[in-house]
């Protein structure tokens, strides 16, 4: 498989005045296009994987030979993620509802209650890396932090919500000022998308 570029549903300036159009342009066009240039270059004349998805080879990521793994690691996981950071983002935002906010309610106290610890994972967050909502193997919802780009799929968890905490997501209109960029950050998350990957992982359709 030649893994490439997704399509984007928005322009560039479309997350204005929450995410600038520049920003956009040079994370999607430079630094997201460069995982999936660097994937395809690491798998060139790997024949075994050519049928795997991005989310397949990561959570497979043992059959990868050992002298490109971390590569693939590195940028299979950059691709994966970015992915699913753009699917989960839209103009304007749309409000949660549905099972995944129940779920969420359940299982931190409250919705807002949730926000709070995720942010608070996402500021804490040494360096560079995610935070993500995601659902394990037990089919429960968790927060989890990982550095670079690491992706929940190695460890056999679904991705249904990330923010990108590097410092190339936000620093031409942020700066220094991650909590700047996490606060404005929940005005445009799509939480429809979210309902859709955790429905469809429930029918083992992600």
């Known amino acids: ?88 983002l839209c103009p304007g935002g749309v409000d949660p509802k549905g099972e ?34 995601v659902m394990g193997e037990d089919r429960k919802l968790y927060i989890k932090r990982h550095s670079f780009q690491n992706s929940p799929y190695l460890y056999r968890h679904v991705p249904l919500l990330g923010l990108d905490v590097w410092e190339h997501a936000y620093y031409l209109k942020y700066q220094n000022r991650r909590n700047d960029y996490v606060a404005v950050w929940w005005k445009i998350v799509n939480w429809d998308e979210v309902e859709f990957r955790f429905e469809a992982q429930g029918q083992n359709k992600l």
Do not use: C
């Open 1 to 88: 498989m030649i893994f490439e570029l997704p399509q984007l549903r928005y322009s560039y300036a479309a997350l204005e005045p929450y995410i600038d159009a520049l920003t956009m342009e040079i994370h999607y066009t430079k630094h997201h296009a460069s995982y999936v240039s660097n994937l395809n270059k690491a798998l060139e004349g790997v024949t075994n994987l050519e049928k795997l998805t991005v989310e397949e080879l990561l959570m497979q990521v043992e059959k990868v030979p050992d002298n490109i793994r971390q590569t693939v690691i590195n940028n299979a996981g950059g691709h994966a993620n970015h992915s699913m950071f753009w699917q989960t």
């Open 100 to 133: 995944v906010k129940k779920i969420l309610t359940s299982t931190f106290g409250s919705f807002d209650k949730f926000k709070e610890e995720f942010t608070a994972k996402a500021l804490s967050l040494f360096g560079s890396g995610w935070v993500f909502l």
